[in-house]
């Protein structure tokens, strides 16, 4: 039976994030998916600005950049009369914000780049292969860990030595490994396996149709358009630029079936527009109202993350980002834990800094989407108070920052992104940072620390710690607090 350091379950942004950053740690990692080859249509559009300095680390923004692009013009219809048109000029980019926009880019387009990304750095993903089983062992004690009635969870025992997981799979292969990440989505297996609760609510009536098609009869220059009705519904497209790709998403009654005839008559309804003709679906999905959250997003060695973990609706755009942020936090520690550079204590502080970020998200997302049900039943509300309301909404998704609360991770100081800037010689900030170690920033040289998990530079003013994630740690006048957090961090 093979055996791995780290096997990543699901292939989905979520987990090819985690996997391109262990990987460049030197970290044995498998990444496996059950679909026999990739695909999976646009689904999620938005790159944040902290999930693109997120990939910039790992190596994979430049070329999500390239390949995307800033979605500036968004048109709002009052049943098919227009109501008023969003011009968002691009922020501009500077030393402080390399990536200050919002980048648009279909998902599928981005799974691509970390895969290739993933090749880079050595990896890569095993299609066609579905987990079925999983089980938990423990070190010394050799305990299950939990595990659902009827499903059948093997025990492992070993005498010594981190504990494993053994994984199986539909061909009745097994993998055995020491971490074991669910990235396996919203039906994730993983978190049946483990028995983990997912709790929140479910509306099967609140549905939509999402598709990626080519059609005729709208210039995709105009941008994204969204047509909004209290009898007959919403319809939104959004072209994907130099592509002749649009997605359409429509929302669908309970007994409307999601073909392309429904897809086409409920366009041609709601838009009003006869010459709008869907020629091609390319691929299409139907989303329902989800808002749920895992009771826990670790398990002894098993971790949840992204849609695993959490779901909820797309308005706000958090679904993808959200699941880059999560691997992004989880990567650098189980990175350092594997690499026997810190305890496993650290790993503990994953669930406790991403579940009360999934927590707002949940509530964001759904005071979102509920004001957007109130706007569609409140027809003679006043355009330009509308599109104030929409366009601070556009602006707070672009300063999308999370902040996490003090812990063991966050002392004084601490706990929002590290702004960039640029360096006496020219180089970024964040070049300082690239990797997967701490970063001191201090008016004095400080020594001592094990050069792979801690790089010392010389900056006036206080002390800073920068995290591996970007995120500032701690800032102090001395750098007594600075050695007793690193005490701390590697004593666990
Ligand atoms: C129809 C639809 C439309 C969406 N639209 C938007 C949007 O507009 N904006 C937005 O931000 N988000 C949107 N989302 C959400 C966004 O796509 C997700 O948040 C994002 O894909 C989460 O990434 P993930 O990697 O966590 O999970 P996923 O992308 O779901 O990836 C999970 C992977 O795990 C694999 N897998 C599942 N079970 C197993 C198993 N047993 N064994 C092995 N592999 C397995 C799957 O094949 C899949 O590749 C949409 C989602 C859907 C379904």
């Given at each position: ?201 479910t509306d099967p009536d609140t549905r ?123 990567g650098w520690k189980l990175g350092l ?156």
């Amino acid at each position: 039976m093979d055996t791995v350091d780290v096997l990543i379950v699901g292939a989905g942004p979520t987990g090819l994030t985690l996997a391109c950053d262990l990987a460049r740690q030197g970290v044995a990692v498998r990444i496996v998916d059950r679909s026999p080859r990739p695909g999976g249509g646009g689904r999620g559009f938005s790159l944040k600005p902290r999930s693109l300095a997120a990939l910039d680390d790992l190596g994979a923004a430049r070329e999500i950049a390239t390949a995307g692009f800033v979605e500036r013009r968004t048109r709002f219809h009052q049943g098919t009369r227009r109501l008023f048109e969003l011009d968002t000029p691009p922020a501009p980019v500077t030393v402080e914000q390399p990536y200050p926009n919002v980048v648009a880019l279909p998902q599928w387009r981005t799974e691509a780049i970390l895969r290739d990304r993933l090749a880079e750095l050595g990896g890569k993903v095993e299609f066609g292969m579905r987990v079925t089983g999983l089980a938990v062992g423990e070190a010394e004690s050799g305990s299950r860990v939990s595990g659902p009635a009827g499903i059948e969870v093997r025990s492992g025992t070993r005498a010594a030595g981190p504990g494993w997981s053994e994984v199986s799979f539909a061909g009745g292969e097994r993998i055995r490994a020491r971490f074991v990440v669910g990235a396996d989505g919203g039906r994730s297996t993983i978190r049946r396996e483990l028995g983990v609760a997912f709790t929140g609510r479910t509306d099967p009536d609140t549905r939509a149709m999402i598709s990626d098609v080519r059609l005729d009869g709208l210039d995709p220059a105009g941008g994204v358009n969204m047509w909004l009705s209290p009898q007959r519904g919403v319809a939104v497209t959004r072209p994907v630029p130099g592509t002749g790709v649009w997605q359409v998403v429509v929302s669908l009654g309970p007994d409307l079936p999601d073909d392309e005839e429904t897809l086409q008559r409920l366009l041609t309804e709601r838009t009003g527009l006869a010459g709008l003709r869907v020629t091609e679906v390319l691929w299409h999905s139907v989303w329902r109202y989800n808002l749920r959250i895992a009771e826990r997003f670790r398990a002894g060695p098993v971790f949840l993350a992204g849609d695993a973990a959490h779901v909820h609706s797309p308005f706000g755009g958090h679904g993808m980002n959200t699941g880059i942020q999560d691997a992004y936090n989880l990567g650098w520690k189980l990175g350092l834990v594997v690499r026997g550079l810190a305890p496993e204590g650290l790993l503990d502080t994953y669930e406790s800094e991403r579940m009360p970020v999934a927590r707002q998200i949940l509530a964001d997302s759904d005071q979102r989407m509920g004001s957007m049900m109130t706007w569609r039943f409140a027809r003679p509300l006043l355009g330009p108070l509308l599109k104030a309301g929409f366009r601070r909404r556009q602006r707070s998704t672009r300063q999308d920052h999370p902040v996490y609360p003090a812990g063991p991770l966050i002392g004084d100081g601490g706990g929002a992104p590290m702004p960039d800037g640029s360096l006496p010689t020219g180089a970024r900030l964040s070049d300082l940072f690239r990797g997967s170690h701490f970063t001191v920033l201090g008016p004095e040289p400080v020594t001592g620390f094990d050069p792979e998990l801690v790089h010392v530079h010389r900056m006036a003013g206080d002390y800073r710690v920068v995290r591996p994630d970007g995120y500032l740690a701690l800032t102090a006048p001395t750098v007594e607090p600075v050695r007793a957090y690193f005490d701390r961090l590697t004593a666990g």
